[in-house]
């Protein structure tokens, strides 16, 4: 059983699939690992340490990839990439599957059996695997360190002998993994914290954390949850309470983060022009939802944006700016994966094809895109 680790080949991508620790675990379940040169050097990972736990350093990702029964990605392996691969081996990393249905093709046509991490269901015995928030409680972390970065002023309260400097206050929407995390984050820092989120659960999460929570809480706000726990698409009449609520508050914050994504869809905008005027120069709005259109109108992708005075800052691949922390969550996240489809006393792949896991993370098998949410809805399709 060999494993591969190659480097992600996206310039903007430091995370790698694989650190010392669990290629030290990987090899502990039977399996030979070989690490691309190079690949961990972005998140602090020298090919040394690789080597000290028993991985074999391949000069290149052809090197790497050849003859590997699995491949460990962070981001969906290129055309050129799986071009290395061999048929039938298993693919598992973030595959970006929503809108890349000619990449999924291409991922079937070449016979792999490909996974995807952020699909994995939210049930217990799949928690230590969930990519999902281990990199999201990381961007929480970062939009907060990222927001004071370029707000020119403390965080905490500061009583001096020359005055007393106010505590900043920062309002966070969405109080998911990424929210709660740029919460008790801010909080930490001193700041006077507020938070919304369209959840009915939030509220009680919210102010356990010490902020306080900001909604319209009519009936449809109780009904607003599905039984996956993510939030449900509101009502026009509900999202111009909640605007106009939010649009009154805003005005009066100095550092606004937004963290709203819905899985499937593009993200909802929370935050208008109009409002972004309203705020005070020197204020600043992370937008952690930027590379899937942004909830803040005037964000740019990949750009700190100054709207009259006020920053809008629209990093991409924010858990990337904590490279080796981030490293270290996906890459046990994997592990956790990746031995559920292992015989530990054979130390072969056995993959369960009818495990719950498995049929989640699924995308393609046997040359044909199989994820009932991706495949190709025709007469005939392969299903």
Do not use: C
Request: no cysteine; aromatic share 4%; glycine share 8%.
């Amino acid at each position: 059983m060999k494993i591969a680790v190659p480097a992600e080949v996206d310039l903007g991508e430091p995370r790698v699939a694989a650190t010392p620790d669990t290629v030290k675990r990987l090899i502990g379940l039977g399996a030979e690992v070989a690490v691309q040169s190079g690949a961990g050097l972005a998140s602090g990972i020298p090919d040394a340490d690789y080597q000290a736990v028993g991985a074999t350093i391949a000069a290149t990702a052809g090197d790497a990839v050849s003859g590997a029964d699995v491949v460990l990605k962070v981001r969906r392996p290129t055309v050129e990439e799986i071009a290395g691969y061999k048929s039938g081996a298993l693919v598992i990393g973030i595959m970006d599957p929503y809108g890349n249905e000619a990449a999924l093709a291409e991922l079937a046509k070449a016979g792999l059996s490909t996974f995807a991490m952020e699909l994995m269901p939210r049930i217990t015995r799949a928690q230590v695997m969930d990519v999902l928030s281990s990199q999201a409680n990381l961007a929480g972390y970062r939009a907060v360190i990222d927001a004071s970065a370029e707000f020119g002023r403390a965080l905490p309260m500061m009583m001096t002998a020359a005055g007393t400097v106010p505590a900043a206050k920062v309002f966070v929407m969405g109080a998911g993994v990424a929210g709660l995390q740029a919460i008790a984050t801010a909080r930490r820092l001193g700041a006077v914290v507020t938070a919304t989120d369209v959840r009915p659960a939030a509220k009680e999460q919210v102010e356990s954390l010490g902020a306080k929570f900001v909604a319209v809480e009519d009936e449809e706000f109780k009904q607003a949850e599905t039984a996956a726990g993510y939030a449900k698409p509101m009502s026009a009449e509900y999202q111009a309470k909640q605007a106009a609520l939010v649009a009154e508050h805003i005005k009066k914050q100095d550092i606004v983060i937004t963290t709203a994504l819905i899985p499937g869809r593009p993200a909802p905008r929370l935050v208008s022009a109009a409002m972004v005027a309203s705020m005070k120069p020197g204020s600043v709005i992370v937008d952690l939802a930027v590379e899937r259109g942004g909830n803040v109108e005037g964000a740019v992708p990949g750009e700190v944006a100054d709207v009259n005075g006020v920053k809008i800052v629209g990093h991409l691949n924010v858990p990337g700016r904590l490279a080796a922390s981030s490293s270290q969550l996906y890459a046990k996240n994997l592990f956790a994966f990746l031995e559920t489809l292992v015989d530990k006393q054979a130390k072969a792949l056995a993959v369960k094809w009818d495990d719950e896991l498995v049929k989640a993370t699924l995308l393609t098998r046997d040359g044909a895109v199989v994820h009932p949410n991706f495949a190709p809805k025709v007469e005939g399709a392969a299903q």
